[in-house]
């Protein structure tokens, strides 16, 4: 290689349609909570959880 360096940020995104109006959604970025330098940035470990119900 050319002294490049790859680096990885795994992320989890999970949907679930509980019936044909209400669908869950949950999200784990940063999974390993890898830090990053300056020219990197990124936030540690983020979790979210979201619905949607339509109507």
Avoid: P
């Avoid at 959604?25 to 890898?34: E, P, V």
């Amino acid at each position: 290689m050319d002294g490049t360096r790859v680096d990885a940020n795994l992320g989890i995104y999970l949907n679930y349609k509980v019936d044909e109006h209400l669908k869950l959604q949950f999200a784990i970025r940063n999974l390993f909570d890898r830090r990053f330098y300056a020219d990197e940035a990124a936030y540690g470990r983020t979790c979210t959880l979201g619905t949607t119900y339509s109507f």
